[in-house]
């Protein structure tokens, strides 16, 4: 890695010196901070914050632009701590003033040239952990690395996996009773994969947990012959924690290949959620949402914690929206299911049954499985993709940007070739496009997951999603406005047209009484890569940080 430091970064750092994280303080709110990946370990993405509001949110005005010198997508989650934001690239980290937005200091990221060719989905990374002075994030390459938050000096970088057999790595790490967790990538090129543990204070290796147990493990029983060799199962997005419990919540991908002719059974733990114990990577228990899935359903994505109301009762809860189309209330102290309800327009199933927390499949899926050509919803997509939602517990809603579209289905022969894709499906033509929006934002009551409101789009929306204590909803669009929504009408109050793509997860924070709102906006995600959608062939790429405050 190479390190960039200013003269004003010099000073900067003198000023705003970061001092060590404890576990304790992590585990605290401090409207000054924004600490954890997902604003918080239940990764909620809301904010107390007022001071902007639905009456004071039409005065909002950039407060400064920082140019991140890439031309990839932009999908990661600053960190904000004493005056200093933290934010990653896939090629490089950067510490910035978060008051003023000048450079403190940049370190790059030297990749192999072979890299880019064993990535899936966009060459990217979502963020990065920060614990006891410490930047600690993944690189493409399969590599850990930690920095020192005053300097961007390179304390220590470990091996994670070999890229050259598909491994990359592309999520923010967790910090979870003071032990770093991180996730994988792979799935799509056969790989078998798994959470690691590691010591934040050299980077030793501690433990791993693999997602896809082999047959002479607790699960193997659930894959045929040697099939959980290639099994996938990938841990791409960052768990959340709950620190009373000592428990984090890890979700699982997909199934390798998307052909399940060749792994009947459940295929266990893919297309799951893990609750482990962040000391051994022991596994606490599990649910399985989608057992056997063949549509790329997988369930990486954010597992929102809350306690909310359950018959009288309030409950600690996790929240997942899945891919597969439902969004799912689980009481995150057993794995018992609550709830289980279609958010989008879904196909493959009819329903969830609650007794035995198995989905009730279609005849599509059937059809699917016997190498019919079908008609699916959601997509191969998902009713959501990776794009964060946001839950605001005071109102009961949850804020989604939903996927509006299906996909014709087709199994095909998938052969396994190390570093090569494992998919089995014709991807020829995937899509199944509406007449209309492709997209809502929508407020989602999770028990029940009908909308109180959606705010349509015609392109779909791939940003994060933030929620404030002031009735404002953030979000993003892939043409580069971003927007601010009523929280309980869905009306929209505000937008600025940035300079590219929005696939970014907003953050807000208050500095010398004032609130900031900031977002990385970049294009170059799945959807542009792969939807064939002309519309977005002027949207100019280019990276970059957009902070915006109120115009006194």
């Known amino acids: 890695m190479r390190r960039l430091l200013t003269a004003a970064g010099l000073v900067a750092c003198s000023m705003t010196a970061a001092h060590a994280q404890t576990a304790q303080e992590l585990t605290k709110t401090d409207t000054h901070y924004v600490l954890n990946y997902g604003m918080d370990y239940g990764q909620q993405r809301y904010s107390p914050l007022t001071q902007i509001n639905a009456d004071t949110v039409k005065r909002l005005v950039p407060a400064w632009n920082l140019s991140y010198d890439d031309s990839r997508s932009e999908e990661s989650q600053p960190l904000v701590y004493n005056g200093v934001l933290y934010v990653t690239t896939n090629s490089a980290t950067i510490a910035v003033d978060a008051k003023t937005g000048k450079q403190i200091w940049k370190t790059k990221v030297e990749y192999p040239p072979e890299t880019p060719r064993v990535v899936c989905c966009g060459i990217i990374n979502r963020g990065a952990a920060l614990y006891e002075g410490k930047i600690i994030r993944g690189t493409l390459d399969a590599k850990l690395v930690a920095l020192d938050a005053k300097t961007g000096k390179v304390l220590w970088k470990s091996d994670v996996a070999d890229m050259k057999a598909g491994y990359t790595m592309t999520g923010a790490p967790q910090i979870a009773d003071g032990v770093i967790m991180t996730g994988i990538s792979g799935a799509e090129f056969g790989t078998r994969d798994f959470i690691d543990g590691w010591d934040p204070a050299d980077g030793k290796h501690l433990w791993r947990t693999y997602t896809v147990p082999l047959p002479n493990e607790k699960g193997g029983d659930t894959w045929p012959g040697d099939t959980a060799k290639y099994g996938g199962g990938s841990t791409w997005i960052t768990g959340s924690f709950d620190p009373e419990l000592h428990t984090v919540y890890w979700g699982i991908g997909n ?251 907003p953050i807000t924070w208050e500095q010398d009484g004032e609130q900031y709102v900031a977002v990385s906006v970049g294009i170059g995600g799945v959807y542009s890569l792969f939807s064939g959608d002309e519309r977005l062939a002027a949207v100019p790429p280019g990276g970059s940080l957009w902070a915006f405050k109120l115009l006194k």
């Not at 057992?291 to 994505?301: G, H, K, L, Q, T």
């Not at 009908?450 to 933030?466: H, M, N, Q, T, Y």
Request: with cysteine; charged share 20%.
């Open 255 to 505: 199934p390798g290949p998307f052909n399940a002719s060749g792994r009947k059974g459940d295929n266990l733990y893919t297309c799951s959620v893990l609750a482990l114990d962040p000391k051994t990577g022991a596994i606490k228990w599990h649910y399985q949402f989608s057992p056997n899935n063949p549509f790329d359903y997988d369930s990486v994505a954010e597992m929102i914690l809350s306690t909310i109301d359950v018959k009288g009762t309030p409950t600690k809860v996790l929240i997942d929206a899945n891919r597969n189309g439902f969004i799912y209330v689980l009481d995150r102290t057993n794995g018992k299911l609550i709830a289980a309800n279609p958010y989008v327009k879904v196909n493959w199933a009819s329903s969830v049954d609650l007794a035995t927390g198995r989905p009730v499949e279609t005849d599509v899926s059937t059809k699917a499985r016997a190498g019919e050509m079908v008609d699916i919803y959601p997509s191969i997509l998902g009713g959501k993709n990776w794009e964060p939602g946001s839950f605001d517990a005071k109102r009961g809603l949850a804020f989604y940007n939903t996927l509006n579209f299906g996909g014709h289905y087709k199994a095909v022969p998938a052969e396994y070739k190390q570093g090569e894709w494992y998919v089995g499906m014709d991807l020829s033509n995937p899509w199944a496009w509406p007449e209309g929006p492709r997209g809502y934002l929508k407020a989602v009551d999770p028990m029940t997951g009908k909308a109180k409101w959606e705010a349509p789009s015609d392109i779909p929306r791939f940003s994060g999603v933030l929620s404030t204590g002031g009735g404002v909803v953030f979000s993003g669009q892939l043409t580069g406005e971003f927007e601010a929504f009523n929280s309980d009408t869905g009306e929209k109050l505000w937008s600025f047209k940035t300079g590219s793509g929005i696939e970014g997860q």
